[in-house]
């Protein structure tokens, strides 16, 4: 496909994957900047005022209000991030930041998480004012910074440093939520109504410093090992939630099904099975390791990092199991945390963006379902905004659409992106 014939969702996804928005954590990124003036650009050219706030140098969030309709009505903030996580090129078989079409899927680092939601917001608020319309209620259109890094850069710190940014507003819609799945061969729609919370969690031994070749038992790597072996090889239980139990009976009943088996439900969705299990309790994965700085030196130290991510309200009964795990001797550290959220499947907002939903896939049922990772709705929760994920996708059953998320690859159909720009449409009008 040929640049001149891209829709303009496609066009506008395409050049924000193009701008290297790579976020390390750690205060370490190559910055917003430039996406966030070309997101700038994009809202002048529609008539709508923005404003730029930097966090930090280069750290930089577009925030903009536009009228709706009836200013009876709160306001709605409907959000994205700029940033991404890290791609390494060599493992890819296309160039993540080239925004290459192929197979008429959009590929590159961000296509799904989630330049693809910042164009579809983008391009259907275009539509609504190129028509003369506007918002049924008024809108806070957020582009955030630091989104892959917790938002301390970002939504947190404009929450906590300019909260009269999104005064007025009462729900929000952001990322994971609102795409089709495969159910026994029926396409149904996982609207996001609850996410996770997050812990990173520091496991630091110690022990005595030594010559390699020497006898030692009180190693610090050794003791760090059998730490990190028990948490990776424990299995949490299975802990319904109000998301959880309603998202499992209705796929149970969807597949004929019994629903006393929640793992064995999930696994007839395929793979995005992964997704829906690790909703179903708290997960907890090693992903660093330190330690030693020379190959025949015992290092004192010996750390470890765990990405932990507890159910809603469960948070200390997860962090205290880790404890359990590892051992006294073994120092557990919190290095960030956040809440986790769970949001009603009913009321205004939810009916609207079913019904968004139904008027373009007619007959398509629509579940709840908890994500097992985190948006910047978690900040947001702090002003007493309940979030929900609602970023429409209808997508081919051959996608493996979960290891699109910080994965090797990322791509997304080019006719889920004008479905999903069609939905978002849609939803403003209306709701």
């Known amino acids: 496909m040929v640049t001149d014939r891209l829709t303009r969702t496609a066009q506008i996804a395409r050049d924000l994957i193009r701008i290297d928005t790579q976020n390390w954590g750690g205060g370490r990124s190559n910055g917003e900047a430039d996406a966030a003036a070309y997101v700038t650009e994009v809202l002048t050219a529609m008539g709508v005022a923005s404003e ?8 930089a969030s577009v925030v903009a ?4 309709e009836d200013p009876s009505l709160p306001l709605l903030v409907v959000h994205g991030h700029l940033d991404v996580v ?11 930041f080239a925004g290459e079409i ?16 910042d164009a579809m917001i983008l391009v259907a608020l275009e539509r609504i004012l190129a028509s003369g319309r506007r918002p049924r209620r008024g809108l806070v259109i957020a582009f955030f910074a630091d989104e892959e890094a917790g938002g301390v850069y970002g939504a947190q710190w404009l929450v906590r440093n300019h909260p009269e940014l999104f005064a007025g507003a009462t729900e929000a819609i952001s990322e994971v939520g609102g795409y089709s799945i495969d159910v026994a061969g029926q396409r149904a729609y996982l609207l996001q109504t609850a996410e996770k919370a997050l812990q990173w969690i520091l496991l630091r031994a110690r022990g005595t410093a030594a010559h390699g070749s020497q006898h030692m038992r009180d190693n610090a790597v050794t003791r760090l090992a059998r730490a990190v072996a028990a948490v990776g090889a424990h299995e949490f239980p299975v802990e319904y939630t109000d998301t959880t139990r309603e998202l499992f009976a209705r796929l149970a009943e969807l597949q004929g099904m019994e629903d006393d088996d929640p793992d064995a439900v999930a696994e007839q969705l395929g793979t995005v099975s992964r997704f829906l299990r690790s909703s179903l309790r708290h997960t907890a994965n090693p992903t660093m390791l330190d330690a030693g700085y020379k190959h025949n030196v015992i290092p004192s130290v010996a750390e470890a990092r765990i990405d ?6 469960r948070e200390q009964e997860a962090l205290d199991t880790i404890r359990a795990l590892v051992g006294d001797d ?31 896939d007619p007959g398509a049922p629509v579940l709840p379902y908890m994500l097992s990772g985190g948006t910047d709705n978690k900040p947001l929760s702090e002003l007493g905004i309940a979030g929900y994920g609602f970023a429409p996708l209808r997508l081919t059953p051959d996608l493996d659409f979960a290891a699109m998320f910080h994965g090797v690859d990322e791509r997304v159909p080019l006719e889920a992106l004008e479905f999903g720009t069609d939905v978002l449409e849609d939803l403003l009008l209306t709701y």
């Open 308 to 313: 932990m991510r507890p159910l809603p309200g």
């Open 52 to 59: 730029t706030v930097e966090s930090a140098p280069g750290r």
């Open 65 to 68: 209000r536009i009228e709706g």
């Open 86 to 96: 890290p791609a390494d090129a060599s493992e890819w078989s296309v160039d993540p």
């Open 102 to 117: 192929r197979d008429g899927l959009l590929w590159g680092r961000g296509a799904v998480d989630m330049k693809q939601m």
């Open 330 to 360: 073994i120092e557990v550290e919190l290095v960030h945390g956040d809440v986790g959220l769970e949001q009603p499947f009913s009321g205004a907002l939810v009916e609207a963006m079913t019904a968004a939903i139904g008027r373009h």
